[in-house]
Each structure stands twice: as C-alpha cells, then as structure tokens.
C-alpha cells in the first residue's frame, strides 16, 4: 500500500513538473475559461456577482480538465508510457497520478482567481465549507473526466485536445453558467441535469450567494458518483488498450 501511494505521488509530480506549462494547458485551462467570460459580459449590462458561481466553475472545470488529455497521447508518442508501467507501477497509479496532477492545477489556478475575484469584485461568501468542498470536488471530478479523455487509443496530443474540446465546449452552455438554473424549464432543464458541471456550478452558488436549485448533500453526492464512474471507464479503456498492445 505504501508503495502503491508513493506511486501515485511520483506520477503526479513527474506530471506536473512536465505537463503544466505546455502550450494546450495554458491555452485551454487558463486562457479560454477567461476570455469566454469577458466575451459574455463585456458590453451587457449584467449582474457579474450573480453569474460569478458559474464563471468559477467553469474556470474549475477547464483547468482540471486540461492537464489529462496531455499526458497519455504525449507520452505513448514519446514511448514513455509502456517504460511507466515497465517500473513498479500498475496502471491504477499512472491513472490516479494523472488525476492527482489535474487537479492540483485546477485547485492552484481556481483558488488564485477566486481570491483576487473576491477582493476586486468584493464578493459574498455564504458558506466556505460548501466553498471548499466544491473546489475539491469539482477538481477531482473534471481531472477524472481529462483522463477519460486521453483513454482512446491514439499518440496524438492534438487528437485528443479536438477530442476533449468537442466534449468540454457543449457542456459550458448547458450547465447553468450563461442562464441561472432557476431560469431552465423543459428540454433544456433535462439536458442540463445530464451534465456534472451543472451540480458544482449549483453547489458554488450555495457556497457563494446561498441560492442553490438543489441542495448541497445531491450535488456533491452527484459529483462523487461521475468521478467513480471517470475512473472506473478509464480503467477499462486503458486496460484494454494495454491488453491490444496499443
């Protein structure tokens, strides 16, 4: 056990020592997020501490989420990969170190903008403990979700990164972060529910305004739930890959 742990740490500062300045994580987890809000509110005469829960969670989602999809490709390019796992490494590890990376990035950066935002914009704070539970929930979800994403079988970081923007683009404008949930109704009230990033945006919004649609218990028990189910379809993607010799 011990061992298995001091894996999962090793993968982890291996990926982030490597992984975090690369040009598609500082374009899609730092840039992105920031230059979709200001595109969405320079100009319009809106509410920002209203829309603020969503902005985080989308910053949240995008910088977690943009670590994983790096690494895999990169590394079976690189031939990296099958000497990772030559080493006393099993790929529960390379998993949960991949995952471990993406999510210190995402708490790292989240964390930083939050305080800043909170002191320029001098924002609300209902409850810190939902505060702190969403960011560590929400980064370890989307981080699940980055290695998902790097499960297919391909050696092309770009493959991947198409990949993950066709599955990341669609969510953003479905997860209550442009229109309130409270404002949903119909078709789009059941595509939204479909969506995890909709339950860590409606748990920031009861962490920071203390006007959440659901309550906090179903939307960190939803969280929990896409991140077992992350993980477990990673692990068979990945075995299977390794079982094919691809």
Known sequence: MHIFFRSILMVAEKNMRIYYFKGPVVVFGLLFPLLMFFTFFIGR?????????????????????????????????????????????ILESVILGDLLAGAIF?????????????????????????????????????????????????DNPSNIMML????????IFVSGIFIPLNQ?????????????????????????????????????LVLVFVVLVFIGLTKIIQRRNLVKGI
């Open 106 to 154: 995402g708490v790292l950066i989240t964390t930083i903008v939050w305080i800043v935002s909170a002191a320029i914009l001098n924002l609300p704070l209902a409850n810190a403990g939902l505060l702190a539970l969403g960011f560590l929930l929400g980064s370890i979800t989307f981080a699940a979700l980055g290695t998902l994403l790097a499960s297919p079988t391909t």
């Open 164 to 171: 993950s923007s066709l599955v990341r683009l669609p969510l």
């Open 184 to 220: 949903l109704g119909g078709l789009e009230w059941v595509l939204t529910s479909f969506s995890p990033l909709t339950y860590l945006v409606d748990l920031f919004h009861a962490a920071i305004l203390g006007d959440a649609v659901y309550p906090a218990s179903i939307d960190a």
């Open 45 to 89: 005469n809106l509410d920002i501490v209203l829309f603020f829960p969503g902005f985080i969670g989308m910053m949240l989602f995008f910088t977690a989420s943009s670590v994983g999809p790096l690494i895999t490709p990169w590394e079976k390019r690189e031939k990296t990969y099958e000497r990772l796992l030559s080493l006393p490494v």
